[in-house]
């Protein structure tokens, strides 16, 4: 059986502030080689616009997607939606559920949980018409991987907020999500197929998970958390996962109000990272006890056993 693997090789990225969101060729590497030590025939394929035509050469069975696209507010959209069009099975949500956890606004609606009070701006203007609670944080509304996420996020007045917010917009040419800062570690949880995994704790010095600890995270910045936190964001993941009808690989992300206990639901990456030096999948795969080869089989089972 032949298996195409899609990625955007950060190498490639256009746009320097989207390079987290790439993936290696050491990452690619690892995934072609577990599937070909699982007997696939598999072959990596850049996710771009001359997708289609490389896989109606290569006529795959599966397509094993990491793609985080490169350009637009739908970049995500593109490889599955290509794939929905071509009916090749893929281990990914579909580019409808795709978009709704691209936006981050929309993704809190439809978990229906816990969240930071927040409101979508699209201009600076719009911020006169709203009472604040400071402080706050700004972040684009349609990025991924703590992208435009910094120590001048979190404002204290309202000041700070509309040069923030107006940063914001004209950088990132889309609306800045305003929400209640939460004061506490940020917590992860991946969800496999519904089955959560290991919850940790992802430290950092200033509680604010930016896109410069993206970037430079490693195994170090995880740490397990205790049964009873563990036990509540295994409920709050899964139900994220139910409600949004995620597939396959989801990584739900919270933060934990240290003064209350409270946990808050933040956002879910639909195309998170499963590098084998850094990731949080790799991480929690060791916790388990497991090889981490045995990640990429227990991806694409599900599917190969629903084709069946």
């Not at 190498?11 to 995934?31: C, H, K, M, W």
């Amino acid at each position: 059986m032949k298996i195409a693997v899609t990625a955007n090789l950060f190498v490639n990225y256009p746009d320097a502030r989207r390079v987290s969101e790439g993936d290696s060729e050491s990452t690619i590497l690892f995934v072609l080689e577990s599937l070909r030590n699982l007997g696939f025939t598999a072959r990596f394929f850049e996710g771009d616009l001359e997708l289609v035509t490389k896989l109606r050469e290569y006529s795959p069975s599966l397509v094993f997607n990491m793609c985080e696209g490169y350009i637009g507010a739908g970049r995500e959209l593109l490889v599955p939606a290509v794939l929905e069009a071509m009916e090749i099975k893929q281990t990914g949500s579909n580019s409808i559920v795709t978009a709704s956890t691209m936006d981050k606004y929309m993704a809190k609606v439809l978990a229906g949980i816990k969240t930071p009070v927040a409101v979508k701006i699209t201009s600076e203007s719009e911020l006169d018409s709203t009472q604040y609670n400071f402080p706050l944080l700004v972040k684009p509304l349609w990025e991924g991987s703590s992208i435009g996420i910094d120590s001048r996020s979190c404002v204290s007045n309202l000041s700070e907020l509309r040069s923030v917010v107006s940063r914001s917009i004209s950088e990132y040419n889309q609306p800045a999500l305003v929400e209640e800062y939460i004061s506490g570690p940020d917590i992860t949880v991946g969800i496999l197929w519904g089955h959560a995994l290991p919850v940790c704790f992802v430290r950092s010095s200033e509680n604010i998970f930016s896109s410069e600890l993206t970037a430079e995270s490693d195994f170090g910045v995880y740490e397990k958390a205790p049964a009873d936190i563990s036990e509540r964001v295994y409920d709050m993941g899964r139900q994220v996962y139910e409600r949004l009808g995620l597939r396959g690989f989801v990584r739900v992300d919270f933060k934990l109000r240290e003064d209350t206990g409270e946990i808050f639901f933040l956002e879910v990456n639909a195309f998170p990272q499963i590098s084998p030096d850094r990731s949080y999948f790799a991480w929690a795969y060791d916790q388990l006890g497991l090889d981490y080869s045995e990640f990429i089989s227990d991806v694409i089972s599900p599917v190969l056993g629903a084709a069946a």
